[in-house]
């Protein structure tokens, strides 16, 4: 048994010491080294990929902002261009309820003018007990005139009767120019019609004579 166990060592050195092993290992650590190397360059391979997609992506997210910049902008001015429609629109049907009577209105001013005329051209004298039928009619005729004028300013229709007052282009027609004693130039001096507003605009100016 002895000299078995001293067999198998001297075996076991004798592949140890052997020179073709020797000469093998410096090839099993060069592939070692080779392998080792190896995954290396695959780990770089893998960071400059990974490195690469980031940045493409990196490239995409600056797109998508960009993108989600510009859908922001057209998105605020097309809201500010509804809300500006919307305002329009309701500041148009405003004008059209205030206004939308100005035609019918326009008619109704000849009307009021011929009844101012009427009243104005009785001789108050004339309006007596006496003649109750001159009475009657000129009665009727002022009951007439006044309330044509309620009803001018129940929708809005005010009489412009600028005598005395500074005179304005806006509001008065000059249709002539003359001194006038005790007038301060470029006052009213004559009123030949009046004029009317409707809700602030003016509807037909006042034709007025202007001291000078």
Not at 115 to 137: R, Y
Request: glycine content about 6%; hydrophobic content about 35%; proline content about 4%.
């Amino acid at each position: 048994m002895a000299s078995w166990c001293v067999r198998a060592v001297r075996q076991s050195y004798s592949l140890v010491a052997s020179p073709a092993l020797l000469r093998a290992s410096p090839r099993l650590l060069c592939t070692a080294t080779q392998q080792k190397n190896g995954q290396g360059s695959e780990e770089e391979a893998e960071k400059t990929e990974i490195s690469e997609a980031e940045k493409v992506l990196m490239e995409q997210k600056s797109q998508v902002e960009e993108q989600l910049k510009d859908m922001t902008e057209k998105y605020k001015r097309a809201l500010a261009d509804t809300e500006n429609l919307r305002t329009r629109s309701q500041r148009m049907i405003e004008d059209a309820k205030l206004y939308g009577i100005q035609g019918f209105c326009k008619d109704l001013l000849d009307v009021a003018d011929i009844l101012e005329k009427a009243t104005e051209s009785v001789p108050k004298e004339e309006v007596t007990s006496q003649n109750p039928h001159l009475k009657d009619l000129y009665d009727g005729l002022v009951m007439t005139k006044g309330q044509i004028q309620k009803v001018f300013t129940k929708h809005g229709l005010v009489k412009l009767n600028p005598e005395g007052l500074k005179f304005d282009p806006y509001e008065h027609e000059a249709l002539f120019h003359t001194p006038v004693e005790g007038k301060e130039p470029g006052t009213v001096a004559l009123v030949t019609k009046v004029g009317y507003k409707l809700h602030g605009r003016t509807l037909r100016p006042a034709l007025v004579g202007v001291a000078k």
